[in-house]
């Protein structure tokens, strides 16, 4: 008998090890680590050897196939997933299955999550307003395309080694939620972050992705969750029944704002919640910058993760707004940031010279010199070759690759307007510093174009009239220049893309 108990241990212990064994390959990914395990999925850390990268697979579990139609669900849901190509989202690289198994991989975040952060210390409102300001990006990017999170939680939003939070699990609990309700398993989510509208197995919108978000908030702030109970079934309820915890009480040092936009993003009436999470986010930038900051409305297609947003980061956010650059017919919003880290990233002293002094043939005005004709006598008299508009400056302070693509930070005067000169480049404002537009542009593999940056001088009608159509009054000279109006104030640079694959 005893004997037999001792067989017995040792098949269980074997059984558990063997549940616990880590495989040393799924598809062509080399496993390394394990990250986590839970009911709806396993992390390992892995290596990709086809691009020399590091990234993070997770394995959906075997009993999610039990339907047919899960595969056909798992791959629609997962190349939706994918195709949240956003700063603040992680990027899936890839969807496959192992042994009939699905997993997808996604970039391995070297930062932890915001709830290691969290166990560190209670954040500022500074800190958690540029947190949720990345967030709430990211959220309002995938509610526009008709994608809920469903399951917004501190361990949801992991970071990479400069610190950039990235929303993770995007759609993950769909995808289980899809293959849950088949054998009606109830609602999935996490209780301590779930809406009350999901919790009772309602009809979901963007609003209960911003319930979630007050919920981390307010954790972010007070370094607990807002309600507690002895069963996760008795956090659910809370959510549902119990008014929204005053913050002041366990922070009385915090401003009372805090409190009010934590009961409206929280509101247990969705409609009462603000509408979207960037509303959230603006609120919060409110109070701990003085104002609402810029919000870019649609997204460029075509640009890499981090590129747009990793100067938001990396500097201290101040009041004031920026004006926007037209590129290729759209009219993109300025991100207001302030300087204190960004003059280090983007303007430091080894910097390459301004583009003008190194290529002053590519910056001078393709007009004649003077005009041939002596103007009417109403006309201004014409300039001399020396008396030009003067040219904006512009500086080209990086050329990198972002995860395969090629970009080219520059910097332009502030009000200056930046055009590529070919479809295959795009250009936005990334800052505004210090009288100057930070701009990155982004374009193909070993590309050679040009870049027109224009910075038009402000004439009235009365000043145009002074001189010919073919020319530009020159109000400090008071003469007429040999340029088209629209010209004036014009310089042309060139771009030269690195390879980047």
């Not at 950039?164 to 309700?181: H, M, R």
């Not at 307010?218 to 002895?230: E, F, H, K, N, R």
Request: hydrophobic share 40%; charged share 20%.
């Amino acid at each position: 008998m005893l004997e037999a108990k001792k067989r017995l241990s040792s098949l269980v212990i074997w059984f558990i090890l063997a549940r616990m064994a880590i495989p040393e390959k799924i598809g062509r990914y080399l496993i390394k680590a394990e990250l986590g395990r839970g009911g709806m999925a396993t992390v390992y850390r892995a290596f990709d050897p086809s691009f020399d990268r590091e990234v993070a697979i997770k394995v959906l579990p075997r009993e999610m196939l039990h339907d047919p139609q899960f595969r056909s669900r798992f791959e629609r849901e997962i190349k939706m997933i994918a195709a949240l190509e956003h700063p603040s989202i992680v990027p899936v690289y890839d969807v496959g299955e192992e042994d009939g198994q699905p997993f997808f991989v996604m970039r391995y975040m070297s930062g932890g999550s915001l709830s290691d952060q969290i166990e560190k210390g209670r954040f500022s409102i500074q800190d958690t307003a540029r947190v949720i300001e990345k967030v709430a990006r990211g959220l309002a990017n995938a509610h526009r395309k008709g994608i809920i999170h469903r399951d917004l939680k501190p361990d949801n939003i992991l970071f990479d080694d400069n610190g950039d939070p990235f929303i993770s699990d995007f759609g993950v609990a769909k995808l289980t939620e899809s293959a849950g309700s088949l054998t009606g398993s109830g609602v999935i989510g996490t209780p301590a972050y779930m809406s009350p509208e999901q919790a009772q197995g309602n009809e979901i919108d963007a609003r209960s992705d911003v319930y979630g978000l007050g919920v981390i908030v307010y954790q972010m702030l007070s370094g607990q969750q807002p309600y507690s109970a002895d069963t996760p079934m008795g956090v659910v309820v809370k959510h549902i029944t119990e008014p929204v915890p005053e913050i002041l009480k366990v922070m009385p040092a915090l401003p009372p704002e805090v409190d009010e936009i934590i009961k409206t993003a929280m509101a247990k009436d969705s409609a009462k919640r603000y509408a979207t999470p960037v509303d959230l986010a603006k609120a919060l930038n409110v109070l701990a910058f003085g104002s609402e900051g810029n919000f870019t409305v649609h997204a460029p297609t075509g640009m890499a993760s981090g590129i747009r947003e990793r100067l938001n980061t990396m500097t201290t956010q101040m009041p004031g707004g920026g004006r926007g650059l037209a590129v290729g017919g759209i009219v993109l919003a300025v991100a207001v940031i302030g300087f204190f880290l960004l003059g280090r990233q983007l303007f430091a002293a080894n910097e390459p010279a301004p583009i003008a002094a190194q290529e002053t043939e590519r910056l001078t005005l393709v007009t004649a010199s003077t005009a041939t004709d002596e103007p009417a006598s109403s006309f201004a008299p014409a300039c001399s070759e020396s008396e030009i508009f003067p040219l904006p400056a512009i500086k080209e302070t990086s050329s990198r690759c972002i995860q395969k693509k090629a970009y080219i930070n520059l910097t332009i005067p502030e009000g200056a307007v930046a055009e590529p000169l070919s479809p295959d480049v795009t250009c936005r404002v990334e800052a505004t510093n210090g009288g100057v537009h930070v701009i990155s542009c982004g374009g193909t593999d070993f590309l050679v174009t040009e870049l027109k940056v224009c910075n038009p001088p402000a004439l009235s009608n009365d000043d145009l009239a002074k001189c010919p159509a073919d020319s530009t009054y020159n109000a400090e000279n008071q003469c007429c220049v040999a340029v088209p109006p629209e010209e004036a104030g014009c310089a042309v640079v060139e771009l030269k893309f690195k390879g980047c694959n």
